[in-house]
C-alpha cells in the first residue's frame, strides 16, 4: 500500500476538480477505516476528509459515513460532525458508532430531528442516560424499539413515563412485558394496565398472586375514575358521586384515594352524599383545628372503621387546603399526604409512583381486615365493582 504524506494533501488541495476530491476523500476514507496507519498517516487522512467535507454532496457524505461506521480509532470531532449531518449521513453513525459518547448521543436526540433519535433507538446497546432521554421524545417508533431491546438498560423512572404515557399501546406493553427483568412495582403497574396474553405472562413469570392482581385491577379502576373526572364543576362532580353512591359505588377506598391524591371538589361532594349533611358542613367539620372534626365527620359517613385512622390522618392534614377548580391536588398537599401514606405501609418500594403507594396503603389495611376476618368482605367488594364496572 502507498503511505500517506503531506505530498496527498498539497496534491488534493491542487486539484480543482470536486468530484475527483470526493473520490479521493471516499479512498482515504476507507484506508483510514481498513487500514493499520501510524498516528501520522492517521492525521493526514484525516486532515483530506475534513478538507472536502464541507463540500461535498450528499450522496458522498453517506458513502463517508458507511465506510467510517465502525471504525473504532474515528476521530470524535468527525464522528459528531457526521452523526449531526441530515438523516441519511447520520444513520449509519449513530446505529453503529462506538465512538459517540452517552452525552453526545443525548445532544443529538435533544437537538436534532426525531428521526435521528429513532436511529439512535437502533443501537444494539443503550445506557440509561441515553434511553431516558429517548423515551422522553415520546415518540410511539422510539419507545417501541427501546422497549424491544432487550440489551436496553432503562431505569424505572424511564419505565414510569412509558406506562405514563402508552399505557393503552398494546405494541408497547407487549415490549415491555417480554423484558427479561422488570421491577416488581412495574410489573403489577402493568397488571392494572394489560389483559389477556400479557396480563398472564406477567403472573406467570413474576408469580404475582392472583388475588392481588385483583386488588390492584380494582384499585387501578378508581384510580382512573377519579382522573377522568378531574376539572369537573361542583355540580357535575356532586351528581356523579350521586350515581355511585345509588349503585353503591362510592365505597372507602374511593373516597380514601380521593382524598390522598388531594381530589377535594369530588371528596367533599362525596362527604357530604355519605354523611347526608350540606358542604357546609363538611367543610367546618374537616377545617377543625383540634382534630375532633375529622373523625366526627368519618363516624357520619359510616364508612369502614378499618379506613378511619388514616382518614383522620389526612382529613386534618388537609383541613387549611382549598379544593382546585382543574381537579389536581393543591401545591403543597402531595408533600403533607406522601409521608402520612409512606408512614401506614410496612414495606416500601422507591420505584413506586404516587397511585401504586395509595394502593399499596389501602390494600395493606384491606389484607389486615381480611386476616382478621374469614369472610373477606374487601375480595367481595372488589369483584362487585369489577362486575358492574364491566357491565
Known amino acids: 500500500m502507498a503511505r500517506l504524506s503531506q505530498r496527498d494533501v498539497e496534491l488534493l488541495a491542487a486539484d480543482p476538480n470536486p468530484a475527483n476530491r470526493q473520490d479521493a476523500m471516499l479512498r482515504v476514507a476507507e484506508l483510514y477505516s481498513a487500514e493499520p496507519l501510524t498516528q501520522a498517516e492517521r492525521q493526514i487522512a484525516l486532515a483530506i476528509v475534513q478538507a472536502v467535507l464541507p463540500e461535498a454532496e450528499l450522496e458522498f457524505r ?30 449509519p453513525i449513530l446505529v453503529h458508532s ?17 428521526d435521528h433519535a429513532r436511529a439512535v433507538a437502533m443501537r444494539p446497546v443503550l445506557n440509561v442516560t441515553v434511553t431516558d432521554a ?18 436496553a438498560r432503562i431505569s424505572a423512572g424511564g419505565l414510569h413515563h412509558i406506562l ?24 403489577e403497574r402493568m397488571a392494572s394496565l394489560v389483559t389477556g396474553r400479557t396480563l398472564e405472562r406477567l403472573i406467570g413469570r413474576y408469580a404475582v398472586p392472583a388475588h392481588r392482581v385483583a386488588m390492584i385491577l380494582h384499585h387501578s379502576r378508581e384510580h382512573f375514575l377519579l382522573q377522568s373526572i378531574a376539572g369537573e364543576p361542583a355540580e357535575e362532580l356532586r351528581a356523579f358521586a350521586q350515581r355511585l353512591d345509588d349503585n353503591r359505588l362510592l365505597g372507602p377506598t374511593l373516597i380514601m384515594r380521593a382524598i390522598a391524591i388531594g381530589q377535594f371538589g369530588f371528596l367533599l361532594q362525596a362527604l357530604s352524599i355519605k354523611a347526608n349533611v350540606p358542604i357546609s358542613n363538611v367543610r367546618r367539620l374537616m377545617a377543625d383545628e383540634g382534630g375532633r372534626g375529622q373523625a366526627e365527620l368519618f363516624e357520619h359517613c359510616g364508612l369502614d372503621p378499618v379506613y378511619r385512622p388514616l382518614f383522620v390522618d389526612l382529613a386534618y392534614a388537609a383541613r ?5 377548580r382543574d381537579g389536581k391536588a393543591p401545591p403543597g398537599w402531595l408533600d403533607l399526604a406522601m409521608p402520612i401514606l409512606r408512614n401506614r405501609l410496612q414495606n416500601f418500594d422507591p420505584d413506586w409512583s404516587l397511585e401504586q403507594i395509595v394502593t399499596e396503603a389501602l390494600i395493606e389495611i384491606e389484607e389486615e381486615r381480611a386476616a382478621g376476618s374469614s369472610a373477606g368482605p374487601s375480595s367481595l367488594r372488589g369483584r362487585n365493582w369489577a362486575d358492574k364496572a364491566g357491565r
Open 134 to 151: 429517548l423515551i422522553r421524545t415520546d415518540d410511539e417508533i422510539v419507545v417501541v424499539r427501546v422497549a424491544a431491546n432487550n440489551n
Open 320 to 324: 387549611n387546603f382549598p379544593a382546585t
Open 164 to 187: 405514563d404515557r402508552f399505557g393503552d399501546h398494546a405494541r408497547i406493553a407487549e415490549a415491555v412485558s417480554n423484558r427479561p427483568a422488570l421491577p416488581l412495582a412495574i410489573v
Open 62 to 91: 453517506r458513502r463517508l459515513s458507511e465506510a467510517l461506521k465502525s471504525t473504532p480509532h474515528l476521530d470524535h470531532g468527525l464522528a459528531r460532525q457526521l452523526a449531526e449531518d441530515v438523516l441519511d449521513v447520520a444513520t
Open 98 to 114: 462506538t465512538v459517540l459518547t452517552d452525552e453526545d448521543l443525548v445532544q443529538v436526540i435533544q437537538h436534532c430531528s426525531v
